[in-house]
């Protein structure tokens, strides 16, 4: 089924109804989210073209009868930021925002209207997406655990004529490219200067570890690849669903360019005051030689010692948000495909007034993706020319209208522009490492998303799930 097709005379009748029954009590500055049931289903709503203003998808597949998609599409209200007071001014804007939120949710699905959330590693750099941004879609379709619903946004001024521009925005995702075919090949570009200069900032970043300068600092690279035909990144999403249902799955659209990835790490999450954060480091890979996972290497000294840094950074970053933390418990393997991470969640209760970007404020970066001691390690990458594209190692994620929400770490990921794509990756320098071991976790990381790229057919994440809408 199209996305225009969801919508028959009698829901769009419904929605006209609604929309003129509540804008009266909405604020002249406020915004109106209207909710519909749209019963049962198995959309992914993986069938458009991400290449495109304000189109952002997000999925936590799990198994079929968990799995989270969500679409959202254009965009009725944002707020876009930068600077190092980034995080406390979209923190301001939404919460100057909430109270003016109104939201029609007769046939009481449960679903709360959202706001999409996305940030930049550094806080001054804009390379392709907005620093930080806060964008309330105007339209949000999504599907949860079979059972869909689609909830329509505008601003109160902005309220006339909304109907129309609702269903035109819906069309236009209808009219999307066919995704290339599966054998398009695709062949890396040479990188031979960029391969050695990361083995030199290694070097350089184990020499400043000795010296006791840091503890830790993550180095990170990019590697091209191009393709015969343009690829349609909602086919490389399908094939990370499909093969990494326990990641998070991620998309951003802009004009001429998508980024997407599948991440398997949560910065944070904010439930009715319950705070939970992943600490993830530490990291071994199949045995090329023997082709079993390097179990040892995972608890060899090197791994724990760089994983604790990470425990120890999360838990203090949020002992003072939170009235309580749990103990913690130990490290758990997850298992990625080839690759393996060590992961310890943090739990905690948040403090009364402490929001979202409040959290993030404290954990961004974690020393996951910048280093240790943060801010001096975040200056030394800067100064070693160590670039982090478009939102990769930043965050993306969900807020709802009560101020839940859910962010993870932008890894994994790639930006495509038709034919060309970036990808990226990094690994974490500690006492001990190997610059060649670690430029090789790099080469395996990024082989996750090259393998999606080479194999770019629209798979169902799940046996009875439709990827697409057509």
């Known amino acids: ?42 959309d992914d709503w993986l ?87 806060l964008l309330v879609p105007a339209i949000l379709l999504r599907n949860r655990a079979g059972q ?48 050695q200069a990361f083995l030199a900032r290694a070097r350089a970043a184990l020499a400043e570890i000795a010296r006791g300068e840091f503890d830790k600092l993550v180095l990170t690279r990019s590697v091209h690849f191009a393709s015969e035909l343009p690829i349609a990144a909602a086919s490389v999403l399908g094939v990370l669903a499909r093969r990494h249902a326990e990641c998070t799955i991620y998309g951003v659209g802009q004009p001429g360019q998508s980024f997407f990835g599948a991440t398997p790490e949560r910065l944070v999450s904010l439930r009715a005051g319950t705070v939970r954060a992943d600490a993830l480091a530490g990291t071994a890979w199949l045995s090329a030689a023997a082709g079993q996972p390097t179990s040892r290497a995972l608890q060899a000294d090197k791994n724990r010692r760089e994983h604790q840094l990470v425990v120890d950074a999360v838990r203090a970053a949020l002992l003072p948000l939170c009235v309580s ?32 970007f409040d959290l993030i404020a404290s954990l961004h970066p974690t020393p996951a993706v910048g280093g240790v001691p943060g801010p001096a390690a975040r200056q030394w990458l800067c100064r070693h020319g160590d670039r982090r594209g478009a939102w990769y190692t930043g965050g993306v994620g969900w807020i709802d209208r009560d101020g839940n929400g859910d962010v993870v770490v932008a890894l994994r990921c790639a930006r495509l522009r038709g034919r060309a794509a970036e990808l990226f990756a990094g690994a974490g320098i500690v006492a001990g490492s190997d610059p060649e071991q670690e430029f090789a976790e790099t080469e395996v990381k990024l082989g996750v998303i090259a393998a999606a790229l080479r194999c770019p057919r629209a798979g169902a994440p799940g046996q009875a799930r439709r990827t697409g809408t057509g």
């Open 1 to 42: 089924m199209s996305l225009a097709r969801l919508l028959d005379a009698r829901r769009i009748a419904l929605l006209r109804r609604r929309l003129h029954a509540r804008l009266p009590g909405v604020p002249a500055s406020g915004l109106l989210s209207i909710t519909l049931d749209l019963g049962a289903g198995d």
């Open 47 to 133: 069938g458009v073209d991400l290449a495109r203003a304000h189109v952002n998808w997000w999925a936590a597949p799990g198994s079929r009868e968990s799995g989270d998609y969500r679409l959202a599409l254009g965009e009725a209200m944002s707020f876009a930021t930068t600077g190092s007071g980034r995080f406390a001014a979209l923190q301001a804007a939404f919460r100057g925002l909430a109270p003016l939120w109104e939201h029609d949710d007769a046939r009481r699905t449960g679903e709360l209207p959202a706001a999409h959330v996305g940030f930049a590693f550094d806080d001054d750099t804009q390379d392709g997406l907005p620093n930080a941004r």
């Open 148 to 195: 869909r619903t689609v909830t329509f946004s505008c601003a109160a001024r902005a309220a006339e004529g909304a109907v129309g521009r609702w269903l035109a925005e819906l069309h236009a995702a209808d009219d999307r490219p066919a995704a290339a075919a599966p054998a398009t090949l695709w062949r890396r570009r040479p990188a031979t200067l960029a391969d």
């Open 325 to 356: 933390q749990e103990p913690p418990q130990a490290a758990s393997i997850m298992h990625l495909g080839q690759l393996q991470h060590l992961r310890t969640t943090v739990v905690g209760r948040a403090r009364a007034g402490v929001g979202l």
